[in-house]
């Protein structure tokens, strides 16, 4: 999916978080804004040995509730 975004918007400045390109399920292409399944942020983050709780904590507090600009992500809450 992050190839196809890249390909299809060349000339855009698309800002991507890091370590998770498995869970980018989409763009909103008014704000050209990348958008992230939570379930899927959740579920690399067990992969990469957190529990699932260390996991939601640590996706809450250090990357869903980080603002970096206009361009910050979106993160679709699919985790319910």
Do not use: H
Not at 20 to 32: L, N, Q, R
């Amino acid at each position: 999916m992050v190839q196809k975004i890249l390909d299809t918007y060349p000339d855009e400045d698309i800002l991507m978080a890091d370590g998770f390109d498995e869970a980018v399920i989409g763009i909103e292409t008014k704000t050209m804004r990348v958008i992230y399944s939570v379930s899927k942020c959740i579920e690399i983050l067990v992969e990469q040995g957190m529990s699932e709780f260390e996991a939601i904590e640590y996706f809450d507090f250090n990357v869903s509730g980080s603002y970096v600009g206009e361009k910050t992500p979106i993160w679709c809450d699919d985790y319910i």
